[in-house]
């Protein structure tokens, strides 16, 4: 179980827990009790900054096994000189160094507000002007842009495998190349197997994090700063996109184990064991 590609996956749970410690307990207690904000201004701070450092290395982790996979495949030489442990461990700590360094001028924002006598949670100061349009570029647009041309491009080398393999399997073969083939064709089906359980781990977070982005980016431009009217359409477009956000903001952190069980049979037996 000590490859890269696990410890990778060990980071993104790593990512999830944070998010839910830090983000579920408020929110369940907010549904009795939203308004005034009872946590304190420390936790507010706090609670943006762990959210935040949680999304970034999120999809940075996510980016970084997609390039591991796509060197794997279509550089497999190469792969034989980078795809170290040691090196993959490196490079997840680095991760979470950039993605708490990012995160700290986000979560600076946040603090207390008293509006009409109600103390709340919100953005209080601006830092960095456009910081959370930053954010989104730089945390979901450029990701999986990256993400989708690289999947494209194994696709692409894994179809040209296919059809290679499928002239060679119309020649006449020797009998004592048999056991090498099998062997090849094992170690390609494990290959996409994995492949396969990545790419449904890329697709669960842009199904889960793409209304999340969404649902700030019309709060900073679909929202009125100089309190003009805003039209009835708008507030329940936004309204709609909150509740669905929010929903999948946490359903993030939970539907990776469970594509790990459909698709793993590694996970399932280990799974097995632990209970």
């Not at 795809?83 to 700590?93: G, N, P, Q, T």
């Not at 600076?108 to 709340?120: A, E, S, W």
């Not at 949670?121 to 989708?148: A, D, G, N, Y």
């Not at 494990?190 to 700030?216: D, E």
Request: net charge positive.
């Amino acid at each position: 179980m000590h490859t890269a590609t696990n410890y990778y996956l060990f980071s993104l749970a790593i990512s999830d827990l944070l998010l839910l410690i830090t983000g579920l307990p408020q929110e369940i207690y907010s549904i009795w009790s939203k308004y005034p904000y009872v946590f304190g201004e420390v936790f507010c701070v706090l609670r943006g900054l762990a959210a935040e450092t949680s999304a970034n290395a999120t999809v940075l982790t996510i980016t970084a096994f997609t390039v591991e996979r796509y060197v794997a495949i279509c550089h497999p030489f190469l792969s034989h000189t980078m795809s170290k442990l040691s090196r993959a461990i490196k490079l997840i700590l680095g991760i979470w160094i950039v993605a708490l360094a990012f995160a700290i001028p986000q979560a600076l924002q946040f603090g207390l507000m008293t509006h009409n006598d109600i103390v709340m949670c919100t953005q209080k100061r601006v830092l960095l002007e456009h910081s959370f349009e930053i954010s989104t570029f730089l945390f979901f647009f450029m990701p999986m842009t990256l993400i989708t041309v690289l999947y494209a491009l194994i696709g692409l080398r894994l179809r040209s495998s296919d059809m290679m393999k499928r002239e060679r399997s119309t020649r006449p073969l020797r009998t004592t190349t048999g056991k090498a083939n099998g062997t090849r064709r094992s170690t390609s089906q494990s290959s996409r197997r994995v492949l396969k359980m990545l790419v449904a781990v890329v697709v669960a977070f842009f199904i889960c994090w793409a209304p999340f982005h969404a649902q700030r980016l019309v709060a900073i431009y679909g929202t009125s700063s100089n309190h003009q009217a805003i039209s009835p359409t708008m507030l329940t477009i936004y309204a709609i996109m909150t509740y669905v956000s929010g929903v999948l903001y946490y359903l993030s952190t939970t539907v990776n184990p469970v594509l790990y069980h459909i698709m793993s049979n590694k996970f399932r037996e280990a799974f097995k064991v632990c209970i």
